[in-house]
């Protein structure tokens, strides 16, 4: 969702009741995010050099180039509120401490040497995403992008990395009838890809295991993807009756070209990890005997940089292309709420769910 003019008034008011001063860095971003939401991109002349704190505040200033005004407002209203909660937050999670553990029924989230891990954690079904999950792992993301932690990662428990969307999501129907379901299905599948296209700090995922459906999908919604060479990555969308999601159908022909993505998101081929690394959507594949020591060493070594500087070389990154992701999103979600009522996908489901089928 976008912040509108009164969320951003409001975030002003916010920023003069902090309790405690942000520190020079977060006020510099904060100036500069007000004017470039409230004036657009800087044209005043640079002060001279010794006028250092009118030099930083335009250098801040003119670091943001053509950011959207109402991107910026977003950041703006973003960055009070990580500030806000931060602050009244006595409870907060500290890096070190092992939170979630009663909070979250199908993740295990712990928060250490200045990375959040959340593992999907459902192993005898292969982690696969149920409608609570869903929810869990939004709510988990959300308070990732507002703890100490500088890095987050996304992993998972047991032999695979997560087999996708959980097919039993398709036979709890509620009173008001399937088409209910896919309407209302369509709506949390649109935000929970939102939550990782908004998503503020580098998100990592270390992938254990085989991928399917969704969860490689939003792979390209990540900053880095390490796997396992026991990995694989698999969207049979066509053998479910499926489409894309994920923002799968506009970041994975960029990632890849237009031709490898065909042969995945239509034809559905399964890539080996070197095969996914070859072509773009994994960044390193480690083999599985030394995994997880080469991937955490390396982390916790990147989870030392300054964490302002990795958050804002990221919306650098980013930023020019969060709407554009955002209408991808809205369309395949709405293209998907059509497709899960058509006989392809019913009949391919209920052929899986009666055990007659397997990818
Ligand atoms: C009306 C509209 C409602 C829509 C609601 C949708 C909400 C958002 C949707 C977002 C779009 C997402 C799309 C996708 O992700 S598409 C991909 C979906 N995934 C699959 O099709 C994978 C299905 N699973 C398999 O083919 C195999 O299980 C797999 C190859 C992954 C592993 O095979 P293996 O032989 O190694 O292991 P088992 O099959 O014995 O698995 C162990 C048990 O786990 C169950 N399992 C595994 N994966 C799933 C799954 N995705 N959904 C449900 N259950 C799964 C499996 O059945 C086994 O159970 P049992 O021990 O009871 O047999």
């Known amino acids: 969702m976008r912040a509108s003019q009164e969320d951003f008034e409001s975030a002003m008011n916010q920023v003069k009741l902090l309790k405690k001063d942000p520190g020079n860095e977060v006020k510099l971003r904060l100036y500069a995010l007000y004017k470039q939401a409230t004036e657009g991109p800087c044209n005043m002349p640079k002060p001279g050099v ?3 704190i009118n030099k930083a505040k335009w250098d801040a200033w003119n670091a943001l180039g053509s950011l959207p005004k109402e991107t910026a407002r977003q950041n703006y209203v973003d960055l009070v ?3 806000t ?3 009244e937050s006595s409870t907060q999670v500290k890096p070190g401490a092992d939170r979630g553990q009663q909070e979250y029924e199908n993740l295990v989230v712990t928060s250490e040497d200045g990375i959040t891990k959340i593992m999907f954690n459902r192993p005898t079904r292969k982690n696969a995403i149920s409608t609570q999950m869903y929810q869990e792992i939004m709510l988990a993301l959300k308070a990732a992008s507002k703890d100490d932690s500088t890095i987050t990662v996304v ?6 990395y997560c087999s996708g969307n959980d097919l039993a999501n398709f036979t709890d129907i509620p009173p008001g009838g399937v088409e209910e379901k896919a309407k209302q299905s369509a709506i949390m599948l649109r935000d929970f890809v939102g939550t990782f296209i908004d998503f503020p700090k580098p998100l990592v ?13 939003i792979l390209g919604l990540f900053d880095a993807v390490y796997a396992s060479d026991r990995a694989t990555f698999h ?9 894309p999601e994920g923002c799968a159908s506009y970041t994975f022909p960029k990632i890849m070209g237009p031709a490898k993505a065909t042969e995945m998101l239509i034809f559905g081929k399964k890539l080996t990890a070197g095969e996914a690394c070859a072509q773009g959507l994994v960044t390193e594949v480690f083999p599985d005997s030394t995994f997880q020591k080469e991937v955490w060493t390396r982390l916790k070594a990147y989870s030392k940089l300054p964490p302002n ?3 804002i070389s990221k919306q650098v990154i980013r930023n020019m292309e969060k709407e554009k992701l955002h209408a991808v999103n809205a ?3 709405s293209v998907l709420q059509e497709r899960w009522l058509s006989d392809e996908c019913i009949n391919a489901t209920m052929n899986f769910l009666s055990k007659k089928a397997k990818l």
């Open 235 to 243: 969207t049979p969308f066509s053998h479910l009756g499926l489409s």
């Open 331 to 333: 369309e395949e979600s």
């Open 81 to 83: 509120s990580s500030l």
């Open 155 to 160: 992993t998972g428990n047991g032999d695979y």
């Open 309 to 311: 500087s990795m958050r």
């Open 85 to 87: 909660s931060s602050s």
């Open 205 to 217: 995922a270390v992938v254990n295991g085989p991928a399917v459906g969704i969860s490689v999908t």
């Open 50 to 52: 010794f006028d250092f």
